[in-house]
């Protein structure tokens, strides 16, 4: 198994709205990213786990809180985003932190109303 | 820290035709260097990597790169393109004093056209 698969793959919630984005991975990799993608926008980072530990979060407002519940399964949880909020938000591991590639999950395609 | 450049926005081609989408980095410390493919509202597929080793890289669908320290490229290169290679390419660059912290080009929009 080499995917990152995430769910749901689409959703769309209200700025009151809670709600809860899901990465899996079986490859046994021991890093999970989450990643926001706009539109004609490269990725950008917002929180990387190792060994199921957050240790880097880019500086990403409190609206989003990421859980990494076990070595295989990351989560995003939502609350009362905007609707600048809105975009594709990609997941990916890698065996470790270091010099090694990402593989990435399909995504999910976030839009806040 | 470091950055990625993709001089490109754009870069139209005719199918069969070669085609080479350029990128160049800035760093202090030792790099390691990717090219992903994403389609239309899709995840990024990697192409290529490259970390250490030979400065030139082959990846999938015939795709391949070369490494050039002295000029700090690492420009992606296929002979010939099919109407199935439109896509965003993405250039990513990491550092050995920012492990997990890939910083991703701009994006290069190929389309091919028959």
């Known amino acids: 198994d080499t995917e990152v698969t995430q769910t749901p793959k689409h959703l769309v919630m209200g700025m009151t709205n809670k709600k809860s984005l899901k990465c899996e991975q079986h490859m046994g990799h021991r890093a999970m990213y989450w990643y926001k993608q706009k539109a004609k926008k490269p990725p950008e980072l917002m929180f990387v786990?190792?060994?199921?530990?957050?240790?880097i979060n880019e500086s990403v407002p409190s609206r989003f809180s990421p859980e990494c519940p076990n070595s295989s399964l990351l989560n995003l949880h939502l609350h009362a985003l905007q609707p600048e909020d809105s975009a594709l938000y990609l997941c990916?591991?890698?065996?470790?932190?270091?010099?090694?590639?990402?593989?990435f999950g399909q995504g999910t395609r976030l839009t806040v109303v | 820290a470091q950055s990625v450049t993709q001089l490109d926005s754009q870069v139209p081609v005719f199918e069969e035709a070669p085609v080479e989408l350029r990128c160049n980095y800035s760093s202090s410390v030792s790099v390691y260097l990717f090219w992903y493919v994403q389609y239309p509202n899709q995840g990024l597929q990697l192409l290529l990597k490259?970390?250490?080793?030979?400065?030139l890289v082959k990846g999938i669908n015939g795709f391949e790169a070369e490494f050039n320290k002295s000029q700090t490229s690492f420009h992606l290169r296929k002979p010939s393109v099919h109407i199935s290679d439109t896509a965003e390419y993405f250039c990513a660059v990491g550092t050995t004093d920012s492990w997990g912290k890939f910083q991703f080009g701009a994006g290069t929009q190929v389309v091919v056209t028959p």
């Open positions: 786990y190792s060994y199921e530990k957050l240790s």
């Open positions: 490259y970390l250490s080793g030979s400065t």
């Open positions: 990916a591991s890698s065996p470790m932190v270091g010099n090694t590639e990402a593989f």
